[in-house]
């Protein structure tokens, strides 16, 4: 079975553009959750989707959000980018909510110039 | 609110000797607690997943940790280091999802395993 994908894989960008990062999760997971990993540190939860509706949300700015489509797919939009949000972006899949298993991505390499 | 530590930032062992890689948590209640890994450039990789059935748990690739709930403990561990084990490992607590919403997984700042050949 084919695990989380995501779209694309590096992404360079500027400050102040928009950015979309798409992820299709596991066959038959009905969550997705995004987090940002800064270089060196663990990765920080961003939101979390459960059949097409926001479940949590981390704390993060009013220009993250995302959204999630009747396929169960994902994406996160980020507005007016700044510097600091180069990082890497991973999407996780997981069956349901609370303490189901969460399977990552590869993770998509945004950098902001 | 759920919180974890990785009490080593770097841990080098050489290939043959046992790996021990230390966590410590905190939680209001009964949490899920993971041990993910993560090599360069890829995504992350569950090595095992406790959620109170067993308090020795075995993982992926000759890995396991031991609850401590005593301790608020989770110590990763494995016999014999291979070359292959060079990563960076994260310790994870499991968020709650209640009416008011979920809350994710917490992570470590990670360990990062350096093996000696």
């Known amino acids: 079975d084919a695990g989380v994908t995501q779209s694309p894989t590096h992404l360079i960008k500027t400050r102040g553009q928009h950015v979309t990062l798409r992820c299709s999760p596991i066959?038959?997971?009905?969550?997705v959750s995004w987090y940002q990993q800064v270089l060196g540190q663990g990765p920080q939860f961003i939101f979390q989707?459960?059949?097409?509706?926001?479940?949590g949300r981390g704390n993060f700015p009013d220009r993250f959000s995302a959204r999630q489509f009747p396929n169960y797919s994902s994406e996160l939009n980020v507005n007016a980018l700044l510097l600091g949000d180069s990082a890497l972006y991973l999407c996780a899949s997981s069956l349901g909510l609370g303490t189901d298993t969460q399977y990552f991505g590869p993770g998509t390499r945004l950098t902001v110039l | 609110a759920q919180s974890v530590t990785q009490l080593d930032s770097h841990v080098s062992v050489s290939e043959g000797t046992p790996v021990l890689l230390r966590c410590n948590y905190s939680?209001?209640?009964?949490?899920?607690l993971f041990w993910y890994v993560q090599h360069p450039n890829k995504g992350l990789q569950l090595l095992l997943k406790?959620?109170?059935?067993?308090?020795l748990v075995k993982g992926i690739n000759g890995f396991e940790a031991e609850f401590k709930k005593s301790e608020t403990s989770f110590h990763l561990t494995k016999p014999s280091a291979h070359m292959s084990d060079a990563a960076e490992y994260f310790c994870v607590v499991s968020g709650t999802y209640s009416g008011g919403g979920a809350d994710g997984l917490t992570f470590g700042k990670g360990t990062h395993l350096i093996i000696q050949p």
């Open positions: 989707y459960y059949e097409k509706e926001e479940r």
């Open positions: 406790y959620t109170s059935a067993a308090t």
């Open positions: 939680s209001s209640y009964s949490p899920s």
């Open positions: 066959s038959g997971h009905k969550s």
